[in-house]
């Protein structure tokens, strides 16, 4: 399980944990944001005996060893943001979510029946002409972010046709919840609720999103370690809640009792202006039944930003 201390990551170790698995997670702590917090995530991971934690880069070295006992790879280690990754930080990008992939699907390679479960992303699509967005639609990437994640589907794709890799793929729609990552947009918001600060919104808010709770998120990934026939496979995972940016600031406000106070900043390069995922194969053959919406969600992702604030 690598990425097991970032927001997904975390959640879904708990939920292999919590089925009972054993579970070695891998994180090297890059700097995207605070090790503090991705300390945090694992404290309840680390309470388990079937959970060891091996801090590891993997972009460097050998890692046969580390999934020589594994029957199932969950990859969910990466460099995100879409803003970041222009400019002089795509190298970052590269060596994160291409080069350290190659490596972890090269060291599989020898056991091609373990099954591999890449994490990738809607910004794949880009400025998607059809929603809902289907699968089989040609991705066209819209930032250097959706580049690397793009690449590494596609070596997912390379060494499951060249070696009979047991690979999936997921492509996660905008995933919100409690420990989500402090540079995204409900974390900035509910921070700003709290503190009682100005929060940056970029563009004219009328930009929408599929929106994805982590648990549902986790569900369909752990589905995706198990499932039986569905190697090779990619899958949308959304949450079939489709939102404007400015409705969830007024349901925040509902959820927070008090007003936030936006600044308007021009939108952002790489920022598309709509995503929808259209789930049906997700549906079909993992048995994705998407259980959270956006209001009890970000009321959950609410109280876990309130409840940081006291310790």
């Not at 420990?179 to 921070?191: E, L, N």
Request: negative net charge.
């Amino acid at each position: 399980m690598t990425g097991c201390a970032g927001f997904i990551g975390s959640h879904l170790t708990e939920g292999l944990l919590g089925g009972g698995a054993e579970v070695v997670g891998v994180d090297c702590f890059n700097d995207n944001y605070g090790r503090a917090q991705k300390l945090q995530n694992l404290s309840l991971a680390r309470e388990w005996d079937g959970f060891d934690f091996v801090p590891l880069d993997l972009a460097l070295g050998d890692l046969a060893d580390l999934v020589e006992d594994a029957d199932v790879v969950f990859h969910l280690a990466a460099e995100p943001g879409v803003r970041p990754s222009w400019g002089a930080a795509f190298e970052r990008y590269t060596r994160n979510n291409v080069l350290a992939t190659q490596h972890l699907l090269e060291a599989v390679r020898a056991t091609p029946e373990k099954r591999f479960v890449y994490a990738s992303s809607s910004s794949i699509y880009g400025q998607a002409e059809t929603l809902p967005t289907h699968e089989d639609m040609t991705p066209m990437p819209y930032s250097p972010y959706g580049v690397t994640k793009l690449a590494g589907e596609h070596l997912c794709q390379l060494y499951h046709r060249n070696f009979e890799l047991s690979t999936v793929v997921l492509r996660y729609f905008t995933v919100f919840g409690p420990r989500q990552r402090p540079d995204m947009a409900f974390s900035r918001f509910c921070r700003a609720a709290r503190d009682r600060t100005r929060v940056d919104v970029f563009g004219d808010g009328q930009q929408t999103r599929d929106f994805t709770y982590v648990g549902d998120a986790v569900a369909a990934t752990i589905a995706a370690g198990t499932r039986a026939a569905i190697d090779g496979q990619v899958f949308n995972i959304g949450g079939g809640v489709h939102a404007s940016v400015n409705e969830t600031l007024t349901l925040l406000t509902e959820i927070a009792g008090c007003e936030i106070d936006v600044r308007r900043e021009p939108r952002q390069h790489g920022d598309v202006r709509d995503t929808s995922a259209d789930t049906t194969r997700a549906r079909r053959l993992l048995g994705f039944e998407p259980a959270t919406g956006l209001r009890d969600g970000l009321s959950e992702q609410w109280s876990w930003m309130t409840a940081v604030a006291l310790r």
